[in-house]
């Protein structure tokens, strides 16, 4: 069972960590906002710290059932929808690992749910300045 939650842990550290990614390099590149570049790389590198050699163990790309959904076939109209999937997808992998760390490390949780609210805050704040551009 610590695989099973470890792979689910893994993908989702992975997922917060490319969606992070892309909103970061919006406010850096587009929006030239050093504040909001930086808490999104902050944010970032806590979750890389995260990493550990037996989570990576448990990557199972071969196995997984979902690598060839159709979920991620979206394609963004604009930058404003490329930052909103991008931040809601960080958002959703962030609630994901608050709640398999409850079970795998109970005393780690809160902190996803505090990096959680700080990429809400973020989230405003771009979203407004990216409807100005």
Do not use: W
Not at 4 to 20: G, H, K, M, P
Not at 58 to 63: D, L, N, Y
């Amino acid at each position: 069972m610590q695989d099973r939650l470890q792979r689910a842990i893994d993908a989702n550290l992975n997922r917060c960590r490319e969606a992070l990614r892309v909103c970061e390099d919006i406010t850096r590149f587009v929006l030239d906002d050093k504040a909001l570049t930086k808490s999104l790389k902050n944010i970032r590198h806590k979750i890389s710290d995260v990493f550990s050699s037996s989570v990576i163990k448990s990557r199972s790309v071969r196995t997984d059932i979902g690598k060839k959904s159709s979920f991620d076939k979206s394609r963004p109209k604009n930058l404003k929808q490329l930052f909103y999937n991008n931040i809601h997808r960080a958002e959703e992998s962030m609630r994901s690992l608050e709640e398999f760390f409850k079970l795998a490390a109970p005393g780690s949780a809160s902190g996803f749910k505090g990096l959680r609210f700080k990429i809400y805050f973020i989230e405003k704040k771009a979203m407004k300045k990216i409807q100005n551009i």
